[in-house]
Protein backbone atom coordinates (compact mmCIF):
# COMPACT_ATOMS: atom_id res chain seq x y z
CA UNK A 1 0.00 0.00 0.00
CA UNK A 2 1.38 3.42 -0.80
CA UNK A 3 1.58 5.55 1.78
CA UNK A 4 2.02 9.34 1.31
CA UNK A 5 2.75 12.22 3.66
CA UNK A 6 2.71 16.01 2.60
CA UNK A 7 4.39 19.16 4.19
CA UNK A 8 5.12 22.43 3.13
CA UNK A 9 2.04 24.41 3.42
CA UNK A 10 2.08 27.91 5.47
CA UNK A 11 0.49 31.44 5.55
CA UNK A 12 1.33 33.58 2.48
CA UNK A 13 0.72 36.70 0.91
CA UNK A 14 -0.82 37.21 -2.72
CA UNK A 15 1.78 37.01 -5.03
CA UNK A 16 4.44 34.49 -3.03
CA UNK A 17 4.94 31.31 -3.76
CA UNK A 18 5.00 28.25 -1.95
CA UNK A 19 6.77 24.56 -2.35
CA UNK A 20 4.77 21.65 -1.08
CA UNK A 21 6.14 17.89 -0.55
CA UNK A 22 4.84 14.72 -0.64
CA UNK A 23 6.99 11.83 0.76
CA UNK A 24 5.86 8.71 -0.54
CA UNK A 25 6.76 4.98 0.55
CA UNK A 26 7.26 2.77 -1.47
CA UNK A 27 9.75 4.38 -4.26
CA UNK A 28 8.12 6.76 -6.08
CA UNK A 29 9.54 5.72 -8.95
CA UNK A 30 7.41 2.45 -8.80
CA UNK A 31 4.65 4.79 -8.92
CA UNK A 32 2.89 5.27 -12.37
CA UNK A 33 0.30 7.82 -11.23
CA UNK A 34 0.97 10.83 -9.36
CA UNK A 35 -1.44 13.84 -8.66
CA UNK A 36 -2.05 16.98 -6.03
CA UNK A 37 -5.85 17.47 -4.86
CA UNK A 38 -6.91 20.45 -3.19
CA UNK A 39 -9.97 20.81 -1.18
CA UNK A 40 -11.22 24.61 -0.42
CA UNK A 41 -13.69 25.20 2.85
CA UNK A 42 -17.21 24.47 1.78
CA UNK A 43 -15.86 23.39 -1.55
CA UNK A 44 -15.11 19.57 -3.06
CA UNK A 45 -11.76 17.91 -3.62
CA UNK A 46 -10.36 18.99 -7.00
CA UNK A 47 -7.58 17.26 -8.96
CA UNK A 48 -5.05 20.72 -9.52
CA UNK A 49 -1.91 18.80 -11.28
CA UNK A 50 -1.00 15.11 -12.81
CA UNK A 51 2.62 13.75 -12.96
CA UNK A 52 3.52 10.71 -14.58
CA UNK A 53 6.75 8.18 -14.10
CA UNK A 54 7.50 9.25 -18.16
CA UNK A 55 7.37 12.76 -17.02
CA UNK A 56 4.06 13.92 -18.36
CA UNK A 57 2.39 17.07 -16.66
CA UNK A 58 -1.15 17.73 -16.93
CA UNK A 59 -2.34 20.89 -15.20
CA UNK A 60 -5.62 22.48 -13.87
CA UNK A 61 -6.51 25.11 -15.97
CA UNK A 62 -7.00 27.37 -12.36
CA UNK A 63 -3.12 27.16 -11.43
CA UNK A 64 -2.12 26.20 -15.46
CA UNK A 65 1.50 28.95 -15.67
CA UNK A 66 1.57 29.08 -12.00
CA UNK A 67 1.91 25.50 -10.43
CA UNK A 68 4.60 23.13 -11.47
CA UNK A 69 4.71 19.29 -10.45
CA UNK A 70 7.84 17.73 -10.29
CA UNK A 71 8.98 14.16 -8.57
CA UNK A 72 12.71 13.48 -6.84
CA UNK A 73 13.19 9.70 -7.55
CA UNK A 74 16.04 9.73 -5.68
CA UNK A 75 14.14 11.18 -2.72
CA UNK A 76 11.07 9.40 -3.07
CA UNK A 77 8.86 12.82 -2.85
CA UNK A 78 6.13 14.81 -4.89
CA UNK A 79 6.90 18.03 -5.39
CA UNK A 80 4.09 21.24 -6.06
CA UNK A 81 6.24 24.48 -7.07
CA UNK A 82 3.22 27.22 -6.62
CA UNK A 83 4.09 31.08 -7.83
CA UNK A 84 1.53 34.20 -8.24
CA UNK A 85 -0.56 32.24 -5.74
CA UNK A 86 -3.69 34.14 -5.14
CA UNK A 87 -6.83 33.90 -2.34
CA UNK A 88 -8.23 31.18 -4.49
CA UNK A 89 -5.73 28.91 -4.25
CA UNK A 90 -6.74 28.67 0.09
CA UNK A 91 -6.83 25.16 0.65
CA UNK A 92 -5.94 22.02 2.20
CA UNK A 93 -3.62 19.86 -0.27
CA UNK A 94 -3.12 16.56 -0.73
CA UNK A 95 -1.10 14.08 -2.76
CA UNK A 96 -2.39 10.77 -3.45
CA UNK A 97 -1.55 7.65 -6.56
CA UNK A 98 -3.86 7.97 -9.35
CA UNK A 99 -5.36 5.64 -11.90
CA UNK A 100 -5.62 6.48 -15.76
CA UNK A 101 -8.92 5.31 -16.82
CA UNK A 102 -10.76 6.31 -19.96
CA UNK A 103 -8.61 9.10 -20.29
CA UNK A 104 -10.45 10.56 -16.72
CA UNK A 105 -8.27 10.78 -13.61
CA UNK A 106 -9.40 8.87 -10.74
CA UNK A 107 -7.56 8.70 -6.96
CA UNK A 108 -6.32 5.36 -6.18
CA UNK A 109 -6.32 4.11 -2.19
CA UNK A 110 -5.83 6.24 0.95
CA UNK A 111 -5.33 9.58 1.55
CA UNK A 112 -2.54 11.83 3.67
CA UNK A 113 -3.29 13.92 6.07
CA UNK A 114 -2.80 16.87 3.86
CA UNK A 115 -0.77 19.87 4.51
CA UNK A 116 -2.64 23.36 4.50
CA UNK A 117 -1.82 26.66 1.83
CA UNK A 118 -3.75 30.06 3.00
CA UNK A 119 -2.96 33.21 1.08
CA UNK A 120 -3.97 36.03 2.49
CA UNK A 121 -2.83 39.29 3.14
Known amino acids: QVQLVESGGDLVQPGGSLRLSCATS????????LGWYRQAPGKQRELVAV???????RYADSVKGRFTISRDNANSTLYQEMNDLKPEDTAVYYCTELAHINSDWRPLGSWGQGTRVTVSS
Open 26 to 33: PNIFTITY
Open 51 to 57: NTRSGVT
